[in-house]
C-alpha cells in the first residue's frame, strides 16, 4: 500500500495546530499575500463569516462576549444603562461595548500544508467582502471549485502614515479551485473558532468586570487582535474575585438591587 506523504503531513500539522491554538489565527505580514477562503465546517448552512463580539483589555485580557450569540451579558447591560444617563456617562457606556471582528476560515496560498486557519478582520476590510460577494459577476469566493483567491496586502502604521496598520484586499477576477484533491482532506480537519475564544458565564463576565472597575483596569484598544487562550473560563472569573467588593456594590446600585 502506498502512502499519499501529503495526507500525513496535512494530518501530522493539523494535530499540531490542535496543541498550539495561537498557530490557527493568521496575521498578515508586511506586504501581499494570497489567501483563499473556504466554508465553515462548523455552520454549514451559512456563510463562512463568523461575526464575534470581544470586550478589550479587561483586566489586561479579551474576552468573547455571549452577545455574538444574542445571550445576556452583564458589561452590555451595564454599557447600555450607562448609555441612558449624562453624557459623560454615554460616552463611558459607548467603550464598554463591545467590539465587532470577522473571522474567516482559510488556507494561505503557499503555506496550504499549515492547514485551515482563521483570518480575522474589521469593519473595513468586511464591508469591501460583502461588496464583492453581493456583485453577480463575483457571487461566492469561498466556492471551492468556483471561488477567487484574495490578495490581501498590509501595511504598518510607520509605512501607511497613519496611527495604525491598514490591511486592503482585491479579490482576483478569475475563479479557482481552492484545493488539489490531495488537499481536500485539510477541510475535514478544521477546528471550532469557539474553541479558541471560549465563553464565558453571565456570573464570571460579572465578577471579571467587578475586577475590571477597580483602579488597576486598562482602556480599550480595539485595533488589538483577540488572544487565544488554553485557561478554562472559570479559572479566569476566579484569580478576578480580589479587590471587587467596591465595584460589587457599584454595580449593584446602578442596578437598582439592594443586599
Do not use: C
Not at 447591560?77 to 441612558?84: A, G, P
Not at 485557561?231 to 460589587?248: I, L
Amino acid at each position: 500500500m502506498a502512502f499519499d506523504i501529503s495526507k500525513i503531513k496535512s494530518r501530522l500539522n493539523s494535530l499540531s495546530n490542535a496543541n498550539n491554538k495561537s498557530n490557527l489565527v493568521w496575521k498578515p505580514k508586511p506586504g501581499k499575500q494570497v489567501v483563499r477562503i473556504v466554508p465553515y465546517k462548523f455552520n454549514p448552512d451559512q456563510y463562512s463569516f463568523i461575526e464575534l463580539k470581544f470586550h478589550y483589555n479587561l483586566n489586561n485580557k479579551t474576552y468573547l462576549s455571549p452577545d455574538s450569540f444574542g445571550r445576556p451579558d452583564p458589561i452590555v447591560e451595564w454599557s447600555n444603562r450607562l448609555k441612558k444617563g449624562s453624557k459623560d456617562e454615554w460616552k463611558l457606556g459607548k467603550k464598554m461595548e463591545p467590539k465587532l471582528r470577522t473571522y474567516a476560515p482559510i488556507i494561505v496560498r503557499g503555506e496550504e500544508a499549515e492547514g485551515i486557519r482563521f483570518w480575522g478582520f474589521g469593519k473595513t476590510v468586511y464591508e469591501e467582502l460583502l461588496k464583492v460577494i453581493a456583485d453577480p459577476d463575483f457571487g461566492d469566493i469561498s466556492d471551492l471549485q468556483t471561488g477567487r483567491d484574495i490578495t490581501v496586502e498590509f501595511k504598518e502604521a510607520v509605512e501607511s502614515g497613519k496611527s495604525f496598520p491598514e490591511t486592503t484586499i482585491r479579490v482576483k477576477p478569475n475563479p479557482s479551485v481552492a484545493l488539489s484533491e490531495a488537499q481536500k482532506d485539510l477541510l475535514e480537519y478544521q477546528s471550532d473558532i469557539l474553541e479558541l475564544f471560549p465563553e464565558y458565564s453571565y456570573d464570571e463576565l460579572k465578577e471579571i468586570m467587578n475586577a475590571w472597575l477597580s483602579p488597576e483596569g486598562t482602556p480599550n484598544d480595539e485595533h488589538a487582535e483577540p488572544a487565544t487562550t488554553t485557561e478554562s473560563p472559570a479559572n479566569s472569573a476566579e484569580s478576578s474575585k480580589d479587590n471587587t467588593s467596591s465595584a460589587e456594590a457599584a454595580f449593584d446600585t446602578l442596578f437598582g438591587k439592594t443586599k
